[in-house]
């Protein structure tokens, strides 16, 4: 280790070597104990003294504790969709010809919103706006510049978005892209479909269409679900007990219960 600057800190009948080697960011400590247990309590009291005393590899000085200030060259194309992006997606479907219920009034037979998220941009919509130079690299170009390049812009932010189509004669799942965003005149709704994703069941056909029983359980049908148990598990509180030692009966104190999967 010739060459490399060394800065040691003597702790009671204990001996810490601290090595500093800037150029691959790293400590390496030196323990002279044959004992692992004794090198394991070295390292064990170095990372405690670290953190009370801000003990560092060059100048025994403090890191900053203000984050740093990091702005990105692009604009961040994959965040997920804001709370008033959602919000005005959402306003935004009740007012289309969906026959929508929101679901605090909707029943096991009502068109409801399952999903509002991102629709995640293709790669082929992504890679020109990250692509693009920097305004650094442009005062180096010495080509002159597209109006593209000039003053680049994100990919167009569509909202994805399940919808449970209980109120058709035959019940679905739809799946719709709704875009461009934000909400404007241009905006409009659209079947999302991907390759071998539609639906192959006899009678439910359609681009980003899905069978009913494909779809998760919801708040809907759980309290149905919930409810209906209570209706058999109640009156039979008595059979319960003696079969099982318990009774199911929406109380706090019951001593059975119950779990499904869709």
């Given at each position: 280790?010739?060459?490399?600057?060394?800065?040691?800190c003597?702790?009671?009948?204990?001996r810490?070597?601290?090595?500093?080697?800037?150029?691959?960011?790293?400590?390496?400590?030196?323990?002279?104990?044959?004992?692992?247990?004794?090198t394991?309590?070295?390292l064990?009291?170095?990372?405690l003294?670290?953190?009370w005393i801000?003990?560092?590899?060059?100048?025994?000085t403090?890191?900053a504790?203000?984050?740093?200030?990091?702005?990105?060259p692009?604009?961040?194309?994959w965040?997920?969709?804001?709370?008033e992006?959602?919000?005005?997606?959402?306003?935004w479907?009740?007012k289309?010809?969906?026959?929508?219920?929101?679901?605090?009034?909707?029943?096991?037979?009502?068109?409801?919103i399952?999903?509002?998220?991102?629709?995640?941009?293709?790669?082929?919509?992504?890679?020109?706006?990250?692509?693009?130079?920097?305004?650094?690299?442009?005062s180096?170009?010495?080509?002159?510049?597209?109006d593209?390049?000039a003053?680049?812009?994100?990919?167009?932010?569509y909202?994805?978005?399940?919808?449970?189509?209980a109120?058709l004669?035959?019940?679905?799942?739809?799946?719709?892209t709704?875009?461009?965003?934000?909400?404007?005149?241009?905006?409009?709704?659209?079947?999302?479909?991907y390759?071998?994703?539609?639906?192959?069941?006899?009678g439910?056909?359609?681009?980003?269409?899905?069978?009913?029983?494909?779809?998760?359980?919801?708040?809907?049908?759980?309290?149905?679900?919930?409810?209906?148990?209570l209706s058999f598990?109640?009156?039979?509180?008595?059979?319960?007990?003696?079969?099982?030692?318990?009774?199911?009966?929406?109380?706090?104190?019951?001593?059975?219960?119950?779990?499904?999967?869709?």
């Amino acid at each position: 280790m010739s060459g490399v600057p060394a800065v040691e800190c003597r702790l009671p009948s204990l001996r810490l070597c601290i090595l500093n080697r800037h150029e691959k960011k790293g400590l390496i400590l030196r323990a002279p104990l044959s004992s692992p247990f004794a090198t394991m309590r070295i390292l064990f009291l170095y990372l405690l003294l670290s953190s009370w005393i801000g003990l560092t590899i060059a100048g025994g000085t403090c890191p900053a504790s203000n984050p740093v200030n990091i702005k990105a060259p692009r604009e961040n194309v994959w965040k997920p969709l804001s709370q008033e992006e959602t919000s005005s997606v959402q306003k935004w479907l009740f007012k289309q010809d969906l026959n929508l219920t929101t679901l605090d009034k909707a029943g096991l037979s009502d068109n409801t919103i399952f999903l509002i998220e991102l629709l995640t941009p293709n790669k082929t919509n992504v890679l020109p706006y990250i692509d693009i130079k920097t305004s650094k690299e442009k005062s180096l170009s010495p080509r002159k510049l597209t109006d593209r390049e000039a003053a680049p812009q994100p990919p167009t932010r569509y909202a994805r978005v399940i919808l449970y189509m209980a109120g058709l004669p035959i019940p679905v799942v739809k799946e719709l892209t709704v875009g461009p965003l934000p909400i404007s005149e241009k905006t409009t709704y659209a079947p999302l479909s991907y390759l071998y994703q539609n639906s192959t069941v006899p009678g439910v056909e359609g681009s980003g269409v899905f069978p009913f029983n494909a779809r998760n359980a919801d708040s809907i049908e759980s309290a149905a679900l919930y409810a209906f148990i209570l209706s058999f598990t109640t009156p039979l509180q008595d059979v319960t007990q003696d079969l099982f030692g318990g009774v199911y009966t929406g109380a706090d104190n019951d001593t059975l219960t119950y779990s499904y999967q869709v």
